[in-house]
């Protein structure tokens, strides 16, 4: 079945420094990639998806790109802040033969914490 | 603006009694699911509603109903709680299966003691 396996937490690092956060998928199909975010105290939101292989997905200077011949999704920064500390998760979406169930599968989440 | 609602934000309750989680989307989504957050886990899928009368099984659904009677909603009901149901619990809209993107509730802790 498909799954989504990241690097375990947590990661601490110190502001400024570069992060990467691994992420890689077994999936059949062509699923979509996510990276969600999960601030203390709230719901995840949505940070960067692809959609395609060699996509590569970037918001508030995060980066992943799609890579189907290492079925990986690794995230990217390359300065982090004391803001960035959260959880982070991958996902990837369920697609059967007839097209998309609309359904997320997410890895078990990544803390970062982020030291001034 | 849109949005997706939950309540309550926190729940004590005991074992065996029945217990309901609402959760309320006025993006006027057809997609809407329920997950649980444990630690080492990451998100599980409870259930899941592709329109109004419909509704499917997760992988974690055993113990849990849901009901859709209309576009917003889709309540969460906890049969006869357990222990093993304390959680953070998270509901989330999406426009339809073409579009895959998820849009969060901010939770409902869930004790059961």
């Known amino acids: 079945g498909n799954s989504v396996t990241q690097m375990e937490g947590p990661v601490t690092l110190s502001e400024e420094a570069f992060l990467t956060i691994n992420c890689t998928y077994t999936a059949t199909g062509y699923p979509s990639l996510f990276w969600y975010v999960q601030y203390p105290g709230e719901g995840l939101q949505l940070l960067l998806k692809a959609t395609k292989a060699d996509d590569k997905g970037s918001n508030k200077g995060f980066e992943a790109t799609y890579r189907k011949e290492t079925t990986s999704f690794h995230l990217e920064k390359g300065s982090v802040q004391v803001s960035d500390s959260a959880v982070y998760f991958c996902a990837l979406s369920e697609a059967v033969s007839t097209g998309n169930t609309g359904k997320l599968i997410f890895g078990q989440g990544t803390t970062l914490q982020v030291k001034p | 603006d849109a949005e997706i609602t939950q309540s309550p934000r926190h729940k004590i309750t005991e074992t065996g009694r029945q217990v309901t989680l609402a959760c309320h989307q006025t993006?006027?989504?057809?997609?809407m699911f329920w997950y649980r957050q444990d630690l080492g886990h990451g998100l599980r899928l409870i259930h899941y509603s592709y329109g109004v009368q419909d509704t499917n099984k997760g992988e974690v659904s055993d113990g849990y109903s849901v009901s859709r009677s209309n576009t917003e909603d889709l309540p969460l009901t906890l049969e006869s709680a357990a222990s093993s149901q304390t959680s953070v619990y998270f509901c989330?809209?999406?426009?339809?299966?073409?579009?895959?993107?998820?849009?969060f509730g901010p939770g409902t802790r869930l004790t059961v003691l």
């Open positions: 993006w006027n989504h057809n997609n």
């Open positions: 989330a809209s999406s426009e339809s299966q073409d579009t895959d993107t998820q849009y």
